[in-house]
């Protein structure tokens, strides 16, 4: 069994930034890792997503705004976003695919991944 926590939510103004994180238990080093989110209403959906090698991709509503890391050493991925907007309003939660290898890309699917987070609200005014 693999835990993810998030952290790093919160209440911003629009053109703001926040840096979530993500830690993870077991071994980490070997995940690949993604962020989505959930808003009112509304679908699940992809944001970034990083892979045991580092590589990364990003959906294009966030592109350009939002980064994804990983510190394998911590356990841990962050995003960094920047520029939010009241559109970003969401719970965003980190998943984890603990059956990646390491040739693999990252993945925007969601069935991939294996667990999943609790969630961290991020709220977005104007």
């Known amino acids: 069994q693999v835990q993810l926590v998030e952290s790093g939510g919160g209440l911003v103004q629009a053109g703001d930034s926040l840096r979530l994180s993500c830690t993870a238990s077991?071994?980490?080093?070997?995940?690949?890792m993604g962020w989505f989110r959930q808003a009112p209403g509304k679908d699940r959906e992809f944001v970034a997503a990083?892979?045991?090698?580092?590589?990364?991709i990003y959906a294009d509503t966030v592109k350009g705004r939002f980064t994804i890391s990983r510190d394998n050493a911590k356990k841990t991925i962050y995003l960094q976003t920047n520029n939010l907007q009241p559109e970003d309003t969401a719970v965003y939660y980190c998943?984890?695919?603990?059956?990646?290898?390491?040739?693999?890309?990252?993945?925007?699917?969601?069935?991939?991944?294996?667990?999943w987070g609790q969630g961290t609200q991020v709220t977005v005014s104007s």
């Open positions: 077991g071994t980490f080093s070997r995940y690949n």
């Open positions: 990083i892979a045991r090698s580092g590589r990364n």
């Open positions: 998943a984890a695919d603990v059956n990646a290898i390491l040739s693999s890309s990252p993945e925007s699917r969601d069935y991939v991944y294996d667990y």
